[in-house]
Nanobody
Framework: VQLQASGGGLVQAGGSLRLSCAAS????????LGWFRQAPGKEREFVAT????????RYANSLKGRFTISRDNGKNTVYLQVTSLKPEDTAVYYC????????????????WGQGTLVTVSS
């Protein structure tokens, strides 16, 4: 599976973005998917995860209500809608697929995209 993230950019505080992650390869619709982010000088942190059919989503507690994960298995794409952005949301956002365990833990994922940079100005 190859993952390609896009949709990042420079946005003012309070703004919104929709990040996309397109997948190629087999069995996309059978994988749970996740979004993580990594700010400069910090460890990669969990943002959100979604089940294989989109029926269940989980979020980092600090991000609930502002971030929404969704997927379109017909398009082999997972999305992350981010709203009410804050400067502290500035990070590279990564999508990941096929976790072999707790989907909130980065190290269990088999496949990673290259990341897309989100910069929030104050």
């Amino acid at each position: 599976v190859q993952l390609q993230a896009s949709g990042g950019g420079l946005v003012q505080a309070g703004g919104s973005l929709r990040l996309s992650c397109a997948a190629s390869g087999r069995a996309f619709s059978s994988y749970p998917l996740g979004w993580f982010r990594q700010a400069p000088g910090k460890e990669r942190e969990f943002v959100a995860t979604i089940s294989w059919n989109g029926g269940r989503a989980r979020y980092a507690n600090s991000l609930k209500g502002r971030f929404t994960i969704s997927r379109d298995n017909g398009k082999n794409t997972v999305y992350l809608q981010v709203t009410s952005l804050k400067p502290e949301d500035t990070a590279v956002y990564y999508c990941a697929a096929d976790p072999a365990g707790d989907p909130t833990v980065a190290r269990v994922y088999a496949y990673w995209g290259q990341g897309t940079l989100v910069t929030v100005s104050s």
